[in-house]
């Protein structure tokens, strides 16, 4: 048998029917029927439970050399996650036959098997393996020597993966710094005659420059001299690697590039132009590294002008990104957004964000393609990183860069290919921040250009004209608003409502960045501009619609109450609140819509009083599910999973909003508006912000309290209901403050308890309301005592056990201590609201304990038996079992 041939040297064999098994599992593995993969992934659960499973999969990838590449690296593959997942529980003897195998088979001739014996040797190491595989390190650096090729490549793969996952490990005492002996080691083949060893080198050494490795400060100097021996090395990799490494050295040790400082710069001028986009974004990468250096203005001064036109002419879109942005498709709007399109979002506490200072590189670009609908194309590359490195350049520049620019932006801005006008505007935004002074003669002629490029015939012209006038809508806001923030209002109006996604998208940043400078600029404009942004709802898709929330959330910011008016109420809501509706409780989408509705809840203060409780309750139900959750995930970890905090910051910031824009308009809302309704849900709603933020609403308490004491009209149940609940919220709140508005409230709460045929909610809530403003202010109420404690008592005793009954026993514990006199002739009731308790918290069954007892000694033992003798046997039995009276 071949494989009996292949593996003399090993102790373990393979059954030949199991290995078939094997065999046959890794072919069907690689089949496009998901039921053929569903019966594989149920196969390979079945087979780990046998630990020499794995024997099999690490015999197929080294051993087997008849079986196709494809299958053995798979067998690898696989083994590689049973390593992950269950390393832990392999045997002894098939962990360390794992790594044996590993070791003998380095230097396999196929690349696609060296590189994955490479990935299995990292992912053991990297489960905690390096101190207990002390030979691994050892040998590879050894193996490294090897006269065949494939060995000290395959070796160099390892170590290169090993160098990424456990860098500070390699520089620590743990495995006693084999970095000291490593370093050296990959500095010798810096000179190697293979271009992937010499690649493989550079990158393992790399991997320790921002970590300040003692063992590569040691060999700094050796090290710098060796990259620069290789700046023109013929392979592209390589290349590549030499530049990342000069980037993360001017980081972390400019003091040993300085005098090299004019090569270094003519160097990278040179590679930022690298026919491989790979090298010239690693490249480019320095420019954006050096502006944050304070040696840059003096260093980089006599470099501008063979700088800024490479750079300009990175900004260019290639031919591939154009193609991955479908650049040629003008017209998507109705192709549904793919999910992987749109970003997980994650929600900002509510709190001023302020515009970035300090042109921060990722933000440059922002709004123009880091949302690209394309994975490869949001990733980093040579058009943002030029961009990013001209924006933080022109920072540090400022008007010193102009005579460098301006002469190429106007053979880029009238170009008739769109390819380099479009690359013209985006120079023009990237250089908005850091040179605006020195832009401001030639924007008068320059804006007007690029409105016009709004309606450019290809839709990326006409998004990057939408970002690059965000970048200068402060200056257009200061100018005189016919000049250019009407027409410019016009037009961005009508990109938010284009036909491509991108421009829609690139509109709606672009507008909302306009609605913060223009702030009540904007408000002559008010009914064209929300027009505009309802239609959109019915137009936008998935993606897009998120970032018109924003939109109209920035708007109601900018205007405030200016947006309170009835025909702006009635064209914004509808959309908005249709779209609360159709969202589900745990739709992420919720996130934006609620931050929304929070600015136009504060911006329309009473005007959003009708959306209010709908709203308002959705927020209750989020912060309650969520700690729901939370608990279920405390008690049982294993079986539930971390509730999303975000859902309930989202609900409590919306509260606050809510709070904020009623608050001071609660007084004239609650004392005018006729309807009840309107004063029910008000009240209500008091009361429930008063539970959940209170410093909110205590400012107004002043001018709140004289509204309810006038609703305290059985007549309106709701209403008087309402306005009693939140009175006892407020009271528990405010504690001993409450004083000065006993006066206001309690008359009017003793009439309705006394009254007949009241309903008996409104009589719980009146006597808790009662019991909680005793509790709080006993001086102000306990004189009360004969007028209410008979009704009161009844229309407790039927409910359950709960926090606002408890609150309410606890008042009147307090009141009966302060005046026990007024208790005496309605004794008896007392006793069975006390016995209607199930289980009372400890203290309280105290305070009840020593009433009880105390009213049992002040009257004496015998006519205490004739008293209790009234009892009904249940009571007498209760108050005995629970109380010893």
């Not at 199991?18 to 569903?38: A, E, F, H, I, Y």
């Not at 160099?156 to 990424?164: D, P, S």
């Not at 690359?423 to 250009?449: D, N």
């Not at 209750?620 to 939370?630: D, F, S």
Request: charged share 20%; proline share 6%; aromatic share 8%.
């Amino acid at each position: 048998l071949v494989w009996a041939v292949l593996c003399k040297k090993m102790e373990w064999q393979p059954d030949e029917q199991g290995l078939q098994q094997v065999l046959q599992l890794l072919k069907d593995s690689q089949s496009p029927n998901t039921v053929t993969q569903r019966a594989v992934q149920q196969k390979l659960e079945q087979l780990n439970q046998f630990p020499d499973f794995n024997n099999y999969l690490i015999f197929v990838l080294t051993c087997l050399k008849t079986e196709d590449e494809p299958t053995r690296s798979l067998s690898g593959l696989i083994l590689k996650n049973n390593v992950k997942a269950h390393y832990q529980n392999f045997p002894p003897a098939v962990a360390d036959f794992i790594k044996r195998e590993c070791l003998n088979n380095i230097g396999d001739p196929s690349p696609l098997i060296r590189a994955t014996i490479g990935i299995l040797i990292t992912t053991i190491a990297s489960k905690g393996e390096l101190q207990t595989w002390p030979e691994l390190l050892p040998q590879l650096c050894n193996l490294l020597n090897s006269e065949d090729y494939n060995t000290c490549e395959g070796s160099f793969g390892a170590l290169q993966k090993i160098c990424e996952d456990s860098s500070e490990l390699l520089d620590s005492d743990a495995l006693n710094r084999p970095l000291n002996i490593m370093i050296p080691k990959f500095l010798q083949f810096f000179k190697h005659c293979s271009p992937k060893i010499r690649s493989h080198a550079i990158a393992c050494v790399n991997q320790f420059i921002i970590g300040r490795a003692q063992a590569l400060m040691d060999h700094i100097d050796t090290f710098i001299e060796s990259l620069f021996a290789l700046a023109a090395d013929e392979d592209s990799e390589v290349r590549k690697n030499v530049c990342r490494a000069l980037v993360m050295l001017l980081e972390v040790r400019v003091d040993r590039l300085i005098p090299h400082m004019h090569s270094i710069i003519q160097y990278m001028l040179q590679r930022t132009q690298d026919p491989d986009e790979n090298v010239a974004l690693e490249a480019c990468e320095f420019w954006l590294t050096l502006a944050e250096q304070p040696i840059c203005k003096e260093v980089l001064s006599g470099h501008l002008a063979q700088l800024t036109p490479i750079l300009v002419n990175g900004m260019k879109y290639s031919e591939i990104d154009i193609i991955l942005l479908k650049g040629d498709v003008e017209e998507d709007e109705a192709v549904p957004d793919s999910e992987q399109d749109i970003k997980p979002r994650f929600h900002k506490s509510r709190t001023v964000t302020l515009q970035h200072e300090g042109g921060e590189a990722e933000d440059e670009e922002d709004d123009d393609d880091d949302d690209d609908d394309d994975d490869t194309l949001s990733d980093w590359n040579l058009r943002k990183c030029s961009a990013a490195a001209l924006d933080v350049l022109a920072n540090v520049f400022r008007d010193e860069l102009l005579p460098h620019l301006l002469p190429l932006l106007k053979g880029l801005l009238f170009h008739p290919d769109w390819v380099v006008k479009e690359s013209g505007i985006l120079v023009l935004g990237a250089v908005a921040e850091g040179c605006m002074q020195g832009m401001v003669p030639y924007l008068p002629e320059l804006i007007p250009h690029l409105i016009q490029s709004l309606c450019d015939k290809k839709a990326l012209v006409r998004s990057i004209a939408c970002w690059t006038l965000s970048r200068y809508a402060h200056w257009v806001v200061s100018q005189p608003p016919d000049s250019y923030l009407k027409p410019l209002m016009t037009e961005l109006l009508k990109r938010i409502l284009d036909s491509n996604k991108r421009v829609q998208e690139a509109a709606c940043s672009a507008f909302a960045t306009l609605e913060e400078e223009a702030c009540t600029e904007l408000v002559p404009y008010l009914g064209f501009i929300l027009d505009t942004l309802v239609f959109a709802f019915g137009k936008y898709q998935h993606k897009n619609l998120l970032i018109l929330y924003d939109a109209i959330g920035t708007l109601a910011d900018s205007v405030g109450h200016h947006l309170n008016q009835s025909e702006y109420i009635q064209k914004l809501m509808p959309p908005l609140i249709n779209k609360w509706n159709e969202l589900k409780d745990e739709d992420k989408d919720l996130f934006p819509l609620l931050e929304c509705l929070s600015s136009v809840a504060t911006a329309l203060q009473s005007g959003f009083l009708p959306y209010c409780e709908p709203v308002y309750q959705r927020c209750v139900t989020l912060v309650q599910k969520t700690l729901a959750q939370a608990m279920m995930y405390s008690q049982h970890p294993d079986q539930y999973e971390t509730p999303d905090k975000d859902f309930m910051i989202v609900a409590l910031d919306l509260l606050s909003g809510l709070a904020e824009g009623l608050g001071a308009m609660w007084n004239i809302l609650c004392f005018q508006d006729t309807m009840p309704e309107v004063r029910q849900s008000s009240f209500a709603l008091l009361g429930d912000l008063t539970k959940a933020c209170f410093p909110h609403v205590k400012p107004c308490i002043a001018e709140f309290m004289p509204i309810l004491g006038l609703n305290l009209n059985p007549e309106f149940i709701s209403v008087c209901n309402n306005a009693t609940w939140a009175i006892g919220e407020i009271s528990i709140q405010m504690g001993t403050e409450m004083q000065p508005y006993v006066g206001m409230v309690l008359p009017n709460l003793v009439e309705i308890i006394n009254r007949p045929n009241t309903p008996k909610t409104l009589l719980e809530n009146t006597a808790i309301t009662i019991g909680r403003l005793g509790y709080v202010c006993p001086q102000e109420v306990a004189p009360q005592l004969p007028q209410f404690i008979r009704p009161w008592c009844s229309s407790l005793r039927n409910i359950r056990d709960n926090e606002e009954k408890d609150s309410a026993f606890r008042g009147i514990c307090v009141m009966i201590g302060v005046n026990p006199g007024g208790v005496v002739q309605d004794f008896i009731f007392f006793c069975d609201a006390v016995a209607s308790w199930v289980s009372p918290k400890d203290d309280l069954r105290e305070m009840f304990y020593k009433i009880l007892h105390g009213f049992k000694d002040q009257v004496g033992e015998e006519n205490w038996q004739q008293f209790s003798a009234q009892f009904p046997p249940l009571l007498k039995e209760r108050l005995s079992a629970c109380y010893g009276v």
